[in-house]
């Protein structure tokens, strides 16, 4: 790894140079892409501008959408598909109507009967894969 660190540079510019994009590099480029992002949050009459890399899943409940991180819920103006573009190129995917989940914060899957999967997150928390999504959700995540 070659690091040049000077008070010339402006700005932070990483360049990856490789002969092939494999599983970790993909991950670790979905990584990066995923610190730089934020959505705002409101809680409790204020506003908050929250990292992406922070958020464990989105999630909208009657047209409302709400923003959950590892201790707090924060309620969010964009809806779901917005933000879900916004977050297209990093860990989130999409694991059910109306929710998306970071799969960075996933600690654990397993599979339940019904053909739908549990994904315990590491804030101890349980979000359902429905059906519909699982195939994608596995190729996300296990790649």
């Known amino acids: 790894m070659i690091i040049n660190e000077s008070k010339s540079y402006e700005e932070v510019e990483i360049t990856i140079n490789c ?4 599983n970790q590099l993909a991950r ?8 730089s992002i934020t959505l705002t949050g409101t809680r409790e009459n204020r506003t908050y501008s929250l990292l992406v890399d922070d958020l464990y899943y989105i999630e909208t409940v009657d047209n409302q959408t709400f923003i959950y991180t590892e201790k707090e819920v924060y309620e969010c103006d964009l809806k779901l598909y917005k933000i879900e573009q916004k977050l297209s190129k990093t860990h989130f995917i999409r694991i059910g109507k109306n929710l998306i989940v970071n799969t960075a914060h996933i600690d654990s899957v397993r599979a339940l009967l019904n053909g739908k999967f549990e994904a315990s997150l590491t804030n101890k928390e349980k979000v359902i894969v429905n059906r519909h999504y699982v195939k ?3 190729e996300k995540f296990l790649s």
Do not use: G, V, Y
């Not at 002969?19 to 494999?22: E, G, V």
């Not at 670790?28 to 610190?35: D, E, N, S, V």
């Open 19 to 22: 002969s092939h994009i494999d």
């Open 28 to 35: 670790l480029i979905k990584q990066i892409r995923q610190t």
């Open 136 to 138: 994608d959700f596995k």
